[in-house]
C-alpha cells in the first residue's frame, strides 16, 4: 500500500480524463451528462444518506463529541436545526458533507467543466500543442507535464491541494486519450 498509495489518486484522474475523451467520441454531450449524472450523483447521494451518518457517528463518539445512540445521532443529522455538529465541516447541507466521497462529487464537477472546455480542448491549437510535446523528448515531456503539478502543490493549501491535482490530471488524461 505505501508503494502505490502516491499514484493511486493520480492514476484515477488520468483514467477519469481517457474515458471522457472515448465516451465524448460516441454520445452526444447532453447524453454524456445525463450517463454522467446518473452514474455518479445516485452512488454520491446513496453514499450521503446511508455510509456518510455512520462514518461521522463513529469519528464524533471516537472524539468524545457524541453522547447519544445511534438512532438518536439519525434524527439530530437529518435535522435542519440542530447544534449538535458545529465542530464539524459543513458541505453540501449545513452539516452534511461528502466526507471520503470526495472524488465521487469532484468527478462529477470536473466532467462538466472538461464539457465547457470542449472547444478549446479540441482546437487545432491545442492539438497541435499536444503533437508538438509528444515529439519531444522524453525529458522535455516530464518537465512540462510536471512543472504546473509542482508549482500547484508549492502554492495550494495541503488540505485542498488534491482538488487542482486531480483537475490538472484529469485534464491530462484527456488531452492524452
Given at each position: 500500500m505505501?508503494?502505490?498509495?502516491?499514484?493511486?489518486?493520480?492514476?484515477?484522474?488520468?483514467?477519469?480524463?481517457?474515458?471522457?475523451?472515448?465516451?465524448?467520441?460516441?454520445?452526444?454531450?447532453?447524453?454524456?451528462i445525463s450517463i454522467r449524472s446518473f452514474r455518479l450523483l445516485l452512488p454520491l447521494f446513496f453514499g450521503i444518506l446511508v455510509i456518510v451518518p455512520p462514518q461521522l457517528y463513529i469519528e464524533m463518539t471516537h472524539n468524545g463529541d457524541l453522547n447519544m445512540n445511534y438512532w438518536q445521532f439519525l434524527t439530530e443529522f437529518f435535522s435542519t436545526d440542530t447544534n449538535v455538529f458545529e465542530?464539524?465541516?459543513?458541505?453540501?447541507?449545513?452539516?452534511?458533507?461528502?466526507?471520503?466521497?470526495?472524488?465521487?462529487?469532484?468527478?462529477?464537477?470536473?466532467?462538466l467543466i472538461i464539457l465547457c472546455l470542449l472547444p478549446l480542448l479540441n482546437s487545432k491549437f491545442v492539438k497541435h500543442g499536444i503533437n508538438w510535446l509528444f515529439n519531444q523528448n522524453t525529458a522535455v515531456v516530464i518537465f512540462i507535464a510536471t512543472l504546473p503539478l509542482f508549482i500547484i502543490q508549492v502554492n495550494w493549501d495541503l488540505d485542498t491541494v488534491r482538488y487542482p491535482i486531480g483537475f490538472t490530471l484529469m485534464l491530462y488524461g484527456y488531452l492524452i486519450g
Open positions: 505505501l508503494l502505490v498509495e502516491p499514484w493511486r489518486m493520480a492514476v484515477l484522474w488520468l483514467i477519469a480524463g481517457i474515458s471522457i475523451r472515448f465516451i465524448m467520441a460516441k454520445v452526444s454531450i447532453w447524453r454524456f465542530k464539524y465541516q459543513s458541505g453540501i447541507w449545513p452539516h452534511i458533507d461528502v466526507n471520503h466521497l470526495w472524488f465521487i462529487r469532484a468527478l462529477w464537477q470536473y466532467s
